[in-house]
């Protein structure tokens, strides 16, 4: 008779009684599970306490850092060959503008670039596009990619040589000062032969905000206060509270 303790477990094996390999294999298991919950256990009891309103002042140990695969992991995508404006411009340049009449709440703002491959830089940290107010001589960003009304789009036009165009849609917030906007895209483009990284930027043409629809419904509300029945444009009733 052969016998092995396991913290309590005890196994018998004679020719009255055989314990088969998968039996012998569970019952391993479920002790193993058993050190394990005793670990969780001892550690839930060493770590609850910088949960409570007065944690110990000894600093928790970070413990090892997971590991940096970044340079040893295998992409699947092939690498940028190149990028190439279309004939006859840059990149950059605005190949559709914003629209000359000024732009309300709830307007929807694009602008259409020369644009290059976005994975050739990832711009962490940056942005690829960005919205500017005008603010005396100067102008200051208000919002970047990281914003959910601010849409950056990007599509391969022309895949042998590398043209693509870059799309960049404002839809503009309730709320938003009125006053004179523009569009901001940051690219960067790779060179065929030498494969050098340039950088590049877009800017679109001014537009406005707010102005001229004030007037248009400042006039439905002259009108509405002798003819109430009359109908207001959406964005005119959101405005009719002030007035």
Same mark, same amino acid.
């Given at each position: 008779?052969?016998?092995?303790? *396991? ?23 479920? /002790? ?25 002042? /000894? ?39 914003? /629209? ?29 596009? /960005? ?16 914003d959910w009304d601010l849409v ?81 444009p959406k964005e005119c009733a959101? *405005?009719?509270?002030?007035?």
């Open positions: 008779m052969l016998s092995k303790d *396991m913290k309590g477990l005890v196994l018998f094996t004679d020719n009255s009684r055989r314990c088969t390999y998968p039996t012998v294999a569970v019952l391993v298991l479920l /002790a193993i599970s058993c050190y394990r919950l005793d670990a969780y256990i001892s550690l839930y009891k060493k770590y609850i306490p910088y949960l409570g309103a007065t944690p110990p002042s /000894a600093p928790i140990p970070p413990g090892p850092s997971p590991p940096i695969n970044t340079n040893t992991s295998i992409s699947l995508i092939g690498g940028v060959a190149q990028d190439s404006p279309r004939f006859g411009k840059r990149f950059g340049d605005v190949l559709r503008d914003v /629209a000359s009449t000024p732009y309300s709440r709830g307007s929807l703002v694009k602008v259409v670039f020369v644009g290059a491959n976005p994975r050739n830089n990832l711009r962490l940290g940056g942005t690829y596009a /960005a919205v500017e107010r005008k603010d005396g001589g100067t102008w200051s960003r208000v919002r970047d990619d990281t950056y789009q990007w599509k391969r036009t022309e895949g042998l040589s590398g043209q693509s165009e870059v799309t960049i849609s404002w839809t503009v917030e309730q709320g938003t000062p009125a006053g004179q906007y523009r569009i901001k895209y940051y690219g960067d483009s790779k060179g065929l032969f030498t494969g050098k990284i340039t950088a590049f930027e877009g800017t679109s043409g001014t537009f406005n905000i707010g102005c001229a629809q004030t007037t248009v419904c400042l006039s439905y509300f002259i009108v509405r206060k002798y003819l109430y029945s009359i109908a207001l959101l *405005m009719e509270s002030y007035y």
